[in-house]
């Protein structure tokens, strides 16, 4: 005897099911925010770095996993978008500038005064409806202060250089240049992923570390960080040379 055949409904209930589970565990990413804010408020700058990277981990897989379930189709009454740019801005933004502001990498009035521009200037960013364009790259500094944070911890520069340089990013937040998406973009894909492993690792290092590593940790780390900021835009340069 043949065991019974499911209905269409019995499908379409377990793939609404799936759906909506990727909406949770994309929701999960605040509560891992929630973990890092209270390790920040502790000062425990290492382990709060350690729920970020968490953070990144799932916004690195919740886009893959939404367009695998159809979750668009399937639950159309929660905007996904609208709860990645939530998260992010939690994970990406806030709790970061909360770091770079209370963390004494900068002055205490600059400090302030920059965190509260890091803030506003990136909710703007992801209020613009072109912070992305058709060939999946980002218009200007795409708001990454998680990584910015990151890699001021491991520099540890004087509190006035540190000043200039989130001064910088703060400004070029608005500037119309061309950053890749490390995961989307076509154009060397499958180098960029490496770039982005490799980057993953050492800052894995740095953190067990407590940030105190050795020069050339600190130069990969930061190279990398500026090819994925800067290389398309060298690309574009180059081609415009060449036509």
Known sequence: MSPPKQNNGDNTGAARAAALAVHVFTALGAGIA???????????????????????IIDGIDGPLAR??????????????TL???VDFLTYVFIPAYAIAASNLLPPVSGTVLGVAIVVTS??????????????HFRGFPALWNAIAFHLFVLRPHPWVATAIVAVFVVLTFVPFSVMHPVRTI???AFNLALIVIWGMLAIFAL?????????????LC???LYVLLSDTVFRLLARAKS
């Open 123 to 136: 909710a703007l960013y992801f209020a613009d409806k072109r912070m992305k364009t058709d060939d999946n």
């Open 187 to 189: 154009r060397f894909r």
């Open 223 to 225: 190279a990398i960080a």
């Open 208 to 220: 067990t570390q407590d940030f105190k590593v050795a020069a050339p940790v600190s130069v990969a």
């Open 68 to 81: 695998t379930f159809d979750v668009a189709r399937l639950q159309p009454n929660l905007s996904g978008d």
């Open 34 to 56: 929630l973990m890092a804010m209270l390790e920040a408020v502790r000062q425990h700058w290492t382990a709060m770095f350690g729920w970020l990277g968490l953070a990144l």
């Open 84 to 86: 990645d740019l939530v």
